[in-house]
């Protein structure tokens, strides 16, 4: 099975204090090196991913993100990115959400979830959740859910107040408030570097798949059950 190498990380923690093009072009040799290591690596998250989810991407290397930073519009103007990431796609229109991983010197998190959704979208869940609330909860409540992201387990921006149209006294408040829906499990250093990782990622991907499912059918179906 595929691992990430401790010549990987090192590369990272490296590049971290060194971020500048000289020292990037110097050790372009390794960074070839450590790409094709994450490469590996992600082609076996992919492969296991797929033997319980359809995903749309075509190889470890096309679900990577590149290194190199986009800085027009940031005042950080550091040319690298000093960690890995990576997204794979759930394939079909009716299956929403992605997988996500991101690979740091310090360590890992993996996970998913709904970052910005469109106006259409949020009123669809919403709508969804004040259909089905006890099911949501029994998906974010569950006991495997818990055991990989904790008692929170869903992050992100709230409004203040129950938005606009909705009962303000409804049992489904904290959860109308939402504007995001994340979810992420952080690993160690050391979980990171172990053989068993990758299954570690995916068993973590796995527990999504449930939260995954409940948001496809709600942002593809109205209020009566009818496809959109």
């Known amino acids: 099975m595929a691992t990430i190498s401790k010549e990987n990380i090192q590369f990272l923690k490296e590049l971290k204090n060194n971020n500048n093009r000289g020292w990037f072009t110097e050790n372009k040799p390794r960074y070839v090196e450590q790409h094709e290591n994450t ?108 055991q990989h992201f904790g008692p929170l387990g869903l992050h992100g921006d709230s409004l203040k107040n129950v938005p606009r149209g909705y009962d303000k006294e409804s049992s489904a408040g904290d959860l109308l408030k939402l504007k995001q829906f994340l979810i992420r499990k952080d690993f160690t250093k050391d979980e990171m570097l172990g053989d068993d990782f990758a299954e570690k990622i995916n068993e973590t991907y796995k527990a999504l798949r449930p939260f995954f499912d409940w948001m496809s059918y709600a942002l593809t179906h109205d209020g009566n059950g009818e496809p959109i």
Request: charge should be positive.
């Open 39 to 146: 490469i590996s690596f992600t082609d076996e998250v992919l492969a296991l991913l797929n033997k319980h989810d359809d995903i749309s991407n075509v190889s470890g290397k096309k679900s990577l993100m590149r290194i190199y930073r986009d800085v027009r519009f940031s005042k950080d103007k550091s040319p690298y990115k000093s960690h890995w990431s990576g997204f794979f796609k759930r394939s079909t229109a009716e299956l929403r959400g992605g997988y996500y991983f991101h690979i740091d010197p310090d360590g890992c998190f993996v996970g998913g979830g709904f970052w910005k959704p469109e106006s259409k979208d949020m009123k669809l869940i919403r709508d969804a959740i004040l259909s089905d609330e006890k099911g949501f909860r029994d998906i974010i409540g569950a006991k495997k859910f818990k």
